[in-house]
């Protein structure tokens, strides 16, 4: 093999292993933190909010990532109220709230309350409150949780 052939192909070698590492190392920064958590009503977790920020986006609702899904887990005839806020720029934002009251048996809720705001950005504090409420609308077993988006 002459010198020129051998030069060309470590060429060749080197920008095929150039352009792999570029490709995979920016795949990995695009869904590199999973800011997803959960919070749950007090004393045996019947009624459970989960914010989800890594997917295809929320069933029927288009490429948004951030969504919520609201559980019932329980047949205590109580449904199961979650309520968000978003904090950004030092402001926060009240998004509403949502209720379950398909019970132990029937689906679970899915809300995006962040879609008038796009997507959840990086340093957005995302806010839930998970109550269980009755036919009084009475609330109880109320659980509350913040959590600092790391990458949007």
Not at 5 to 10: D, E, K, L, S, V
Not at 16 to 45: E, P
Not at 51 to 63: I, L, Q, R, S, T
Not at 131 to 146: I, P, V
């Amino acid at each position: 093999m002459t010198f020129r052939t051998r030069a060309a192909r470590m060429a060749v070698t080197t920008s095929a292993l150039a352009a792999a590492t570029m490709l995979f190392g920016t795949q990995a920064a695009v869904a590199a933190t999973n800011d997803s958590f959960a919070v749950g009503t007090t004393n045996g977790g019947c009624g459970t909010v989960n914010f989800v920020d890594y997917g295809e986006g929320a069933p029927g609702g288009g490429n948004n990532d951030d969504y919520l899904v609201i559980h019932d887990y329980c047949s205590d005839g109580r449904g199961v109220r979650a309520y968000a806020w978003l904090t950004f720029g030092g402001e926060t934002h009240y998004l509403g709230a949502r209720n379950n009251t398909n019970g132990l048996a029937g689906d679970a809720v899915v809300w995006d309350p962040f879609a008038d705001w796009g997507n959840v950005e990086a340093g957005d504090l995302v806010g839930l409150k998970v109550c269980l409420f009755d036919s009084n609308n009475t609330l109880s077993r109320c659980a509350e949780k913040s959590q600092l988006s790391v990458d949007g």
